[in-house]
């Protein structure tokens, strides 16, 4: 785990899509280290809001906003509603995703493609603009770090399951190293965590309750990691620890 020196913690951070999954374990895990937190959720309010709950029993300070990142006023009342109850950004944390279901490229349709790459891809550009926009120096901000959660299906393409999922992670690996460069002096660092078969509720919600047991023999470890597992990393990367890592892709798998 991180060490944190709270004398560092300087402002907020936005976790999207924190009302479940890795979103609500990089929320929690954030919100227990100090961090004001600002859980971002589409529709499950009553999710985000117990997620809330825990990180302000456990001694931390957040709040739950409503928001789709695929609408760019959403995005902008997102920040705005953040910056004003929390304070200062100082982190985000692009997590908000969606799959698309489990279909081979043959049998997607226009609709799913168009919402799925909405989500993933204009969602994530759109939070990082607003988050650059607050934190580099250029525009008075003190820095800070953003990390998107990416996908090792970007690296093995998905066949047979979700090429085009995969494709929209392909285009958040390249969109991470381009930001990072691209703003690496105004005090911003990007980067990127790339899980592979995590234990969270996303496969059943895509018609495949048993696809972490079937694929569990692929893995090099033998297991399915868990979400507090690829928590540790995203903490990693927004932490000082980190303060030299940028453009990176990090890939937690297990060695698959």
Known sequence: MAVWNKEKISGSIIVTGA?????????????????????????????????????????????????????????IRLFETTTRELGPLQGLVNNAGITGGFARVEAVDAKALTRMLAVNVIGTILCSREAVRRMSLCH???????????????RTGGAGEWVHYAASKGAIDSFTIGLAREVAHEGIRVNAVAPGLIETDLHA???????????RPSIPMQRAGTANEVAEGVLWLLSSAASYTTGTILEIGGGR
Do not use: C, M, W, Y
């Not at 895509?206 to 696809?211: E, Q, S």
């Open 140 to 154: 008075g901000g003190t820095g800070g770090a953003i990390v998107n959660i990416s996908s090792l299906a970007a």
């Open 205 to 215: 919600a895509n018609g495949a309750p048993d696809r972490v047991e079937r694929l």
């Open 19 to 75: 009302s479940r999954g890795i979103g609500a374990a990089v929320a929690r895990l954030v919100g227990a280290h100090g961090f004001p937190v600002a859980v971002n959720f589409t529709s499950a309010e009553a999710a985000a809001q117990e997620v809330v709950s825990q990180i302000v029993a456990s001694g931390g300070r957040a709040i739950a906003v409503q928001a789709d990142v695929a609408r760019e006023k959403d995005v």
